[in-house]
């Protein structure tokens, strides 16, 4: 069944809303904690399940023969046409009541990302780019910061989960922080990719954000001006992914190959 990129944006749009609004209603003051996954700090709540079991629901009665690919429920094979699904993308800040988490779809067709929806639920902002359509948010065309050297960059990132990862992104930050403006970490990567789409922070990079993380906000971001990668003309992946404007793209990454921050402290 044949879309364009922004027929698929428009239908990744309403089912990106419903589930937001289901989470907004269905939130308890302390959600559940289902399970665990890489470690007993990232978590899974009832509500991530319930969240892609209803997207899964609304694609496969919209288009019944797109391939589904979900944080929590896996691959649904398909045909040329595939969902990228995160249900919940900050699920600790979900956890907490914090405001940066959101619903995640990105729309691939023939192994290309053509249409993104970002919906940072609490805070009422639907992040919204198709393959060369721009990226957009409350009908105002998004542009990322350009022309900002690293020194005053703002740049946002993220750490992991597992205590050996985390003591190098410490060490990784320890050695950023005073080359730039200042950090921010927002807890969700989907969210702080739509950030630099909108020029609220200038940078962000990460070790260990999965494509479900980044696959919409990345389209956002790179409709908007950004480029987004890996180090050393890589493309961005749970090793590293990179976003910025093109010079200061080159700045960080140039920066974090020297820190060799694609790595984990062995025996944690």
Known sequence: MGATPAELTALAVEIATEAGEMLLAKRPARPEVLETKSSPTDVVTALDRAAEELIRGRIR??????????????VTEGGAVRWIVDPIDGTVN?????????????????????AGVVNVVPRGEVFTASLGGGA??????????????????LVATGFGYRPGRRAVQ???????LPEVRDIRRAGSA?????????????AYYERGPQYWDYAAGGLVASEAGARL????????????????????????????VTLDPE??????
């Open 94 to 114: 979900f956890l907490y009541g914090l405001p940066d988490w959101a619903v995640s779809l990105a729309v691939e067709v023939d192994g290309r990302v053509v």
């Open 190 to 202: 989907a969210a702080d990719l739509c950030a630099v789409a909108a020029g609220r922070v200038d």
């Open 136 to 153: 957009w948010l409350a009908g105002e065309r998004l542009r990322c910061n350009e022309g900002v050297p690293l020194s005053r960059a």
């Open 61 to 74: 009665r919209a288009r019944p023969g797109d391939a589904v690919l979900g944080e929590e429920g896996g």
């Open 263 to 268: 790595r984990d402290r062995s025996g944690d």
């Open 229 to 256: 990668g890996g180090l050393r003309g890589g493309p961005p992946s749970p090793e590293m992914t990179v976003c910025a404007a093109p010079g200061l793209f080159e700045e960080l990454s140039g920066l974090l």
């Open 170 to 176: 410490g060490e990784v930050l320890a050695k950023v």
